[in-house]
């Protein structure tokens, strides 16, 4: 009676810290007991706080109690071991409805713990013990407990199937292979097995790397989605500064750019997440199928295998992410940069310029899909022609503009210009009002000893006369020098001849997205002189260099 009510209090003698029965038990002060090593470890942490409490009821105590092991309560654990985990050990070991039983036993039947694949029988740990002792039964192959050994039998002859029959693709017995597979090519199981097993690990090897590079695919559309919220919030707020500087007339605006942000927004990360989504599927599936292949591996049943193998569906289409490719920067950055340039031409902006604002937050495109190719007539190039002025708080005190500042002159004198921070101060240079993004194309006419025609980042050194000034000369800018007998094209101070017919006209093209930069001949033909291919991190402007000639002039051409 009193063993039963040990067993009924098991719990009561379990340690609330390490949640096993007491070892060494202890009672501290409040009355709750423990093991030993366990409510030292948990003062042992409390050391610094110079109070002691207990983990149960929060009890502190002051100084630190000394322990001392409580011999009754050792005693009823003692006792308590000797009964109910061997009451329990022993209903484990019998056979429930998910187990292989043993074959031998009689009554109530134990777990089997090998299967013979000679005997076809399963064995519990007493009745596998001949296996082990008899000589000729050592030489029989155990492996993990069964209930499919019937399938290594040859329904005909009733023999043990060892063979396998690459002509039928099937597993067959010694006489099947003189029988109704004669002259088939015949060969051991354990031979096509260690042939299927060489498929085996080269499929698993292709399904592990296809999973690491679907991680890192998810990984950085992740990375993706984070940058493309915090791009696009930095550009409602910048653009919210700027709109407010604006008052009435642009509040409205104001409103739209943020609503087309947002809407851009949305949808670009709902198309990474989209992706996202894809390849984590095909993640679980690869790791499924993964999974699948190892515990067929590993079974070393050569019948069961080869039973299973061809049964495996095939694995499916990889998706395709080769067309993944991530913007290095900020991706709204472009929209900024277009209500900025809103900003400084008020009454222009409601007629001419808000297409700017659209366009760039539309060119917002996180997953960079295939760039339509690259024009190769001069009808294709101005489908995305640009009309292009310069800005006179850029322009050298020794160029003159005209032509409502499309075209530029070399003079003499310097010009009277205002004080600007934006004006290159020492080459005669300027740059374009307009920022460029998306795909666009324009046309300068130069005439005099030579002119520079360029593209250039927001950015560029303008006051000095360094290299850091200079278009062509630094990494901020990509140049083609222009005279009569040569072209020359110069990026990061290093210069190239470009070959191709001398023309006063040439063609540019820009696809900001895909970083292409492509400099034409103009005449009665298109000719293309040089090809930049890059990845471009802010908007661009246009740029014009002026040789140092009284009268050199160079001009954007009106296109339209």
Known sequence: MAQKGVQLDQETFSCSICLDLLKDPVAIPCGHSYCMNCIKSHWDEEDGKKLHSCPQCRQTFTPRPVLLKN??????????????PQAAAADHCYAGPEDVACDVCTGRRLKAIKSCLVCLASYCEKHLQPHYEAAPLKKHKLVDPSNQLQQNICSRHDEVMKMFCRTDQQCICYLCSVDEHKGHDTVSAAAERTERQRELEGSRLNIQQRIQDREKDVKLLHQQVEAVNLSADEAVKDSEKIFTELIRLLENRSSDVKQQVRSRQKREVSRVKELQEKLEQEIAELKRKDAELKLLSHTEDHNHFLHNYPSLPPLGEATDSTGIHIRPLSSFEDVTAAVSEVRDQLQDVLKEKWTNVSLAVTEVDVLLSHSPAEPT????LLRYSRELTLDPNTVNTHLLLSEGNRKVTFMREQQSYSSHTGRFIYWPQVLSRES????????????????????SYKNISRTGNSYECLFGFNDKSWALDCTKERYTFCYNKVGAPVSGPPSSRVGVYLDHSAGILSFYSVSETMTLLHRVQTTFTQPLYAGLWIYHQYENTAEFCKLK
């Open 71 to 84: 011999t009754m309560l050792a005693v009823l654990v003692e006792e308590l071991k000797k009964t109910g």
């Open 377 to 380: 007539s001069r009808a294709g």
């Open 436 to 455: 460029l993004t998306g795909r666009c194309y324009w046309e300068v006419e130069w005439r005099g000893t030579g002119a520079v025609v360029a593209v």
